[in-house]
């Protein structure tokens, strides 16, 4: 993950100067950027792929907000932070997100039935709504047992028994506006002066199996750091989310 800035008519990345790969064995990368990737989906511009010599390992620089293979962000930052107004809801800041699923249902917005064939995705169905809704379950630790529910919950800035709270009505099997309020008021309590939300969302993410484990790159610090979860014990993933 790297930031995207604006040159002339393109955004293009910071680029590394070492591989994932390369932070392991601390031999010399040699990279080189090798095209760029668009996409139908997720960031609305080309992606910069990137190749090493030394390990021969290919990569995509990802910009902030996204996961690999993402068609959303999971927050608004870095050049997908359009955020037109203040905020004064902490869980709005997710708006336009996977957690749009959980803040629509918390709502009582549940999204339609029927299928749309569109070209841009445009359209979600209720299938599509209960698949990101299960997703945030998992990328907030709320599904997982105590012991690890208290990491999520460092992560996140939040309250372990907020977690622990949040288990208790998903293990009941609620009404997906439950669960939408379940998510919402979690959102709700991360705070505003978290500057890492969206890195403790890809280590969660991760941990869980939703995508490959994120190195990010710190222009300032010239490293890129890999971002693993702080336990030797991993919760459960699933390789097929």
């Known amino acids: 993950m790297t930031p995207y800035e604006q040159h002339g008519d393109k955004l293009l990345p910071q680029l590394p100067d070492t591989c994932p790969l390369g932070v392991k064995d601390r031999q010399t990368c040699r990279l080189f950027t090798d095209h760029f990737r668009e996409r139908k989906t997720g960031p609305q511009f080309a992606l910069c792929v990137m190749r090493c010599r030394t390990h021969e390992l290919g990569f995509t620089l990802y910009p902030p907000g996204y996961p690999p293979w993402g068609r959303k962000p999971w ?63 998992r990328l907030l630790g709320i599904d997982q047992e105590p012991s690890l529910r208290e990491i999520f919950a460092q992560l996140f800035s939040l309250p372990g028994q907020l977690l622990h709270d949040a288990a208790r009505v998903i293990g009941q099997q609620p009404h997906l506006a439950d669960l ?16 890492c ?24 610090l010239h490293r890129l750091l890999p971002r693993a979860f702080p336990s030797g014990r991993m919760p459960g993933a699933v390789t097929d989310p």
């Open 180 to 195: 939408g309020r379940v998510v919402r008021t979690l959102l709700e309590a991360i705070p505003s002066t978290l500057s």
């Open 197 to 220: 939300v969206f890195e403790s969302l890809a280590i969660c993410g991760a941990a869980v199996g939703l995508w490959p484990p994120l190195h990010v790159w710190r222009p300032a």
């Open 75 to 137: 927050v608004r930052d870095g050049v997908v932070a359009k955020v037109e107004d203040d905020v004064q809801d902490n869980a709005e800041r997710f708006r336009n997100t996977y957690f749009e699923a959980a803040l629509d249902a918390a709502e009582g917005v549940f999204w339609p039935r029927e299928k749309a064939i569109d070209s841009d995705f445009g359209t979600p169905s209720d299938l599509t709504q209960e698949c990101h809704l299960s997703r945030s379950i």
